[in-house]
């Protein structure tokens, strides 16, 4: 078997890279041969099929003229260069599967048409909700929506959704109504959802259930081994962005009157400002490989406060593997993994009275804490683990060939 794996990015940039990555490396170390398809990009890792490879494209550069931002907002929608690069690809290298994972934009759903055409089966991993959200997280003016799920993408305009903008607003409008009219998704054999509700959002009324199967991220539980103790503090992993929910577990924190200290682990558009407004939280940036192992092993509690609809968030489960137990929101893909009582606590979004009285409770009881590890451990082995997925994927692989 032969699969080519198309992804915007060729490096670790986010979950769907961690996601996609993982997929690949177990490819080949199974015989199974895997081709390359991604975009230009220093930082990316390196691959033989780099010449398929398309040009980098950074939207929303300053300095463009006229008719280069009219060129652009084509590209975004569909790329000629995609469809050729691709085109080429799949004749020299004949594979048997297309597996799409983040594509839109850079890459664009062009692609899947083109692998069509060649009589090629067609997998997308639905890591975002861009097929039923033009601006893929489902928030408007911060706050969680619903309005497109019924396919209504012109509430996408009316709202403003893409950062108040009704330029960008526009240009995602026409993207949705293009791809729809096109039906570019609509052209994929079978979509991948790690999560029921990322399943249940997408065929309220875009696809039919028979084409959405249920496939939950893993995590190589074999490579990790819990530690017997912790170093007294509590550890957020993820991007400091107001949906992530970072706000407010400083605020619960604050309210804690407790030795245990706090940890941040992760960049983005807040951590200037709260770096300066809560000097004594410890703020340690990206961390991954070595340092992000020890960051967990350390930790007594992990906190996703997430106030979108996460799908089905890696933190999670990196963190029941360590055997750490876990206070999350319950919102979106997350109560599929959190079992509440037993893993760790759920509380409302934003409800930071809540969280502070579930991390005074963890905090203030090893014995409670090693009980919920063990047991998140225990339900990471049995229903998320990297095993469990990649033989999953591999039995779509075999259904659609």
């Keep these: 078997?032969?699969?080519?794996?198309?992804?915007?990015?060729?490096?670790?940039?986010?979950?769907?890279?961690?996601?996609?990555?993982?997929?690949?490396?177990?490819?080949?170390?199974?015989?199974?041969?895997?081709?390359?398809?991604?975009?230009?990009?220093?930082?990316?890792?390196?691959?033989?099929?780099?010449?398929?490879?398309?040009?980098?494209?950074?939207y929303g550069e300053n300095g463009q003229t006229t008719g280069e931002r009219f060129l652009s907002a084509f590209r975004f929608i569909h790329s000629p260069e995609a469809v050729k690069k691709i085109g080429e690809a799949i004749d020299a290298e004949r594979p048997d599967i297309v597996h799409c994972h983040n594509i839109y934009h850079q890459l664009t759903p062009s692609i899947i048409a083109a692998a069509k055409r060649r009589g090629i089966p067609v997998v997308l991993t639905?890591?975002?909700?861009?097929?039923?959200?033009?601006v893929y997280t489902r928030l408007r003016d911060g706050h969680v929506c619903s309005d497109c799920l019924e396919m209504n993408f012109i509430n996408v305009l009316k709202n403003r959704c893409a950062d108040n903008s009704l330029g960008k607003s526009a240009l995602l409008y026409a993207e949705a109504v293009v791809q729809r009219?096109?039906?570019s998704y609509e052209k994929v054999d079978m979509l991948l959802a790690p999560s029921r509700f990322m399943a249940d959002s997408v065929t309220r009324r875009r696809f039919p259930k028979k084409r959405v199967r249920l496939l939950y991220n893993g995590i190589d539980v074999d490579s990790i081994d819990p530690p017997d103790t912790d170093r007294n503090y509590i550890l957020y992993m993820g991007r400091l962005s107001p949906e992530k929910g970072v706000q407010t577990l400083l605020d619960a924190y604050s309210m804690l009157n407790s030795p245990a200290g706090l940890v941040i682990a992760g960049t983005g558009p807040l951590e200037k400002s709260l770096?300066?407004?809560?000097?004594?939280?410890?703020?340690v940036g990206h961390v991954t490989g070595q340092?992000?192992?020890?960051?967990?092993?350390?930790?007594?509690?992990?906190?996703?406060?997430?106030?979108?609809?996460?799908?089905?968030?890696?933190?999670?489960?990196e963190a029941m593997a360590y055997g750490k137990p876990v206070i999350a929101s319950n919102i979106g893909g997350i109560p599929e993994l959190?079992?509440?009582?037993?893993t760790g606590h759920l509380f409302d979004p934003g409800n930071k009275q809540a969280l502070r009285d579930h991390l005074l409770t963890l905090v203030g009881d090893a014995v409670l804490r090693r009980r919920y590890g063990a047991a998140g451990r225990k339900r990471v082995e049995s229903h998320f683990s990297l095993d469990s997925h990649n033989k999953g994927l591999l039995q779509i692989y075999a259904s659609l060939l």
Excluded at 275 to 283: H, N, T
Excluded at 338 to 342: H, K, L, M, T
């Design 275 to 283: 770096r300066e407004r809560y000097p004594q939280v410890q703020f």
């Design 181 to 183: 009219f096109l039906g």
């Design 291 to 317: 340092a992000l192992h020890q960051t967990l092993q350390g930790a007594s509690v992990v906190v996703v406060p997430s106030e979108w609809y996460e799908n089905c968030p890696m933190s999670v489960l």
């Design 126 to 134: 639905l890591h975002d909700y861009k097929t039923v959200c033009p």
């Design 338 to 342: 959190v079992a509440d009582g037993e």
């Design 1 to 58: 078997m032969k699969v080519l794996i198309a992804n915007k990015f060729f490096f670790r940039n986010g979950g769907s890279e961690v996601v996609m990555f993982q997929e690949r490396d177990y490819l080949k170390k199974n015989g199974i041969e895997v081709v390359d398809f991604s975009m230009f990009d220093k930082r990316n890792l390196d691959s033989q099929h780099a010449p398929y490879f398309v040009s980098h494209q950074s």
